[in-house]
């Protein structure tokens, strides 16, 4: 026997079972983003950004100003050699091929606008087929975990055997966050435009974080914009500032999460075929 040999092949297998089932995943502490260039190839101002597991951060910027680019750029975990000319770095290294091209990469979770599911499976089947291929332990208590999330994230309720081509928008959203938190190893989530989705954003936020990942969010929302540690600033395809949030903008995001609160209820009493009565003032505790 070739015993060098077998060393390596049992070295390369042991790799790949662990990137298959995403048990280093959990070792990212941080992400960092090195400035590039913008559209007219200027230099981006930041220097850099390193994000820390369990901090939220979010992209504004006009439509078209580049905000998708940026998370292209950390999906790909980018080297340079995209047209922004960033670098994304995983606990101070730069990321090898392997790691950015392997279909096995866990790396990354990315929650897009459109969801749209194409297996003919029931929510419970697509729970249980996610779960088996992760290998969990207790599978039957991880799916009624993510089933019951989803449900409270979601506007309206579904069930079980509820076919999962036949969810809503936000229904399917509200799923896959609950999947992604609960289940998925990926250390890093990309959100885009989460606001349209119809779900409880700020709930959708709290059980990212609570799995100590490192959320990215492009968002049109000051609410949304305002719950994150920092916001990164898009304008002309690059990243123009970063920016901390102020304890004046907190107080801020307490007005905005009332008057949410008070826009949240209407809409469900629309839902269901009530009549619509409003007392702003009482509504935000104002009297």
């Known amino acids: 026997m070739n015993i060098d040999k077998f060393s390596e092949n049992i070295e390369s297998y042991t790799k790949q079972m662990i990137e298959l089932l995403g048990l280093d ?8 983003i090195i400035a590039g260039v913008n559209k007219y190839g200027e230099k981006e101002s930041f220097g850099e950004l ?21 998370l292209a750029d950390i999906e790909w975990g980018a080297q340079g050699d995209t047209p922004t000319e960033r670098k994304i770095l995983v606990n101070g290294k730069e990321l090898d091929k392997s790691s ?23 929510v419970y089947e697509f729970l249980e087929l996610h779960a088996k291929s992760r290998m969990v332990e207790d ?27 036949s969810l809503s928008g936000g229904q399917s959203r509200a799923l896959m ?3 992604t938190a609960i289940l998925s190893k990926s ?17 959708a936020l709290e059980l990212l974080t609570g799995e100590e ?22 304008k002309n395809g690059g990243i123009d500032k970063v920016m901390s949030i102020t304890d004046e903008e907190r107080e ?17 009493r629309l839902r269901y075929g009530e009549k619509l009565e409003l007392d702003l003032e009482k509504e935000l505790n104002l009297v």
């Open 187 to 203: 250390p890093i989530v990309l959100i885009d435009e989460i606001e349209n989705a119809g779900i409880d954003r700020k709930k």
């Open 50 to 70: 390193t994000i820390k597991k369990g901090e939220i951060i979010s992209i504004v910027g006009p439509t078209g100003s580049g905000k998708s680019r940026l």
């Open 139 to 165: 599978e039957e208590k991880v799916i009624e975990k993510i089933f019951e999330k989803a449900n409270d994230l979601a506007g309206e309720k579904f069930k079980m055997e509820t076919p999962v081509t």
């Open 25 to 32: 995943e959990d070792t990212v502490e941080s992400m960092t």
């Open 213 to 234: 990942k490192i959320v990215l969010m492009a968002t049109h929302d000051p609410l949304l914009a305002l719950m994150g540690n920092k916001r990164i600033i898009i």
């Open 252 to 268: 801020i995001l307490d007005n905005l999460e009332k008057l949410d609160g008070v826009i949240q209820k209407m809409r469900n």
């Open 100 to 122: 950015r091209f392997s279909s096995s990469n866990k790396l990354v979770a990315q929650l897009s606008q459109n969801m749209n599911f194409v297996m003919d499976l029931t």
């Open 177 to 179: 966050i609950a999947d």
